[in-house]
């Protein structure tokens, strides 16, 4: 029983750890930023926060009462399936340290904040169709608010854009000359790309 009580203990306070360490995060983000992306970094970490519970609730609750009661399982299942579960939340781990590394980067982390919402949205909308509804109100509904507020309060957005639709014209540039390349971009009011309108050769 003691040894039990001290693991918890360990994880509850791992977990304390964990969100401070995100808040302060934000925080140092915040100041630097001059407070532009404010709510967007708090939005950020608050999915953040969300699945690193789940990661704690996965990985070291699954097979206990309050596991139980959170994932509306047997004692027998849980028990059989404790290995896959923890297996589940290292996944939702990497997610949540793919956003607090977006968090850490600051403005230079808008890709990797939008890549990582974009795929707890998935995660969401794959759980809710597979396992329950209640998934899709717990990650893709909070993950999509942070995404807007991410995509909202960013100034590279623009940049974003363009530097995409020039790697997605480099990529399908077989078959395509350079007039062709002028009149989409002139089409799509994006600025001209380094080299993009430079013939091959």
């Known amino acids: 029983m003691g040894t039990w009580l001290l693991a918890r203990m360990h994880a509850a306070t791992g977990l304390a750890g964990a969100v401070a360490c995100v808040i302060n995060i934000a925080r140092r983000r915040r100041v630097a930023s001059g407070g532009r992306s404010m709510i967007a970094n708090v939005l950020v970490g608050l999915v953040a926060l969300i699945h690193l519970y789940i990661v704690y609730l996965e990985m070291v609750l699954w097979n206990t009462p309050r596991g139980h009661k959170a994932f509306k ?4 299942f849980a028990s059989a399936s404790k290995v896959l579960a923890a297996n589940q939340g290292l996944y939702n781990g990497f ?3 793919g956003l607090i590394w977006g968090l850490y980067l600051g403005e230079a982390g808008f890709q990797i904040k939008v890549f990582f919402l974009l795929c707890v949205a998935i995660a969401g909308l794959y ?15 909070p993950a999509a608010v942070a995404l807007t507020a991410v995509w909202l309060g960013a100034r590279n957005r623009t940049r974003f854009l363009e530097s995409s639709l020039c790697g997605l014209l480099r990529g399908l540039r077989c078959g395509t000359d350079l007039a062709q390349d002028q009149q989409i971009m ?8 380094n080299g993009l309108f430079q013939p091959f050769g």
């Not at 809710?128 to 509804?133: L, S, V, Y």
């Open 73 to 76: 399982l047997t004692p027998e």
């Open 95 to 97: 997610l949540a340290a």
């Open 127 to 141: 759980g809710a169709a597979t396992a329950g509804r209640k998934i899709l109100y717990i990650q893709t509904v």
């Open 186 to 193: 002139r089409k799509n009011k994006v600025r001209r790309c």
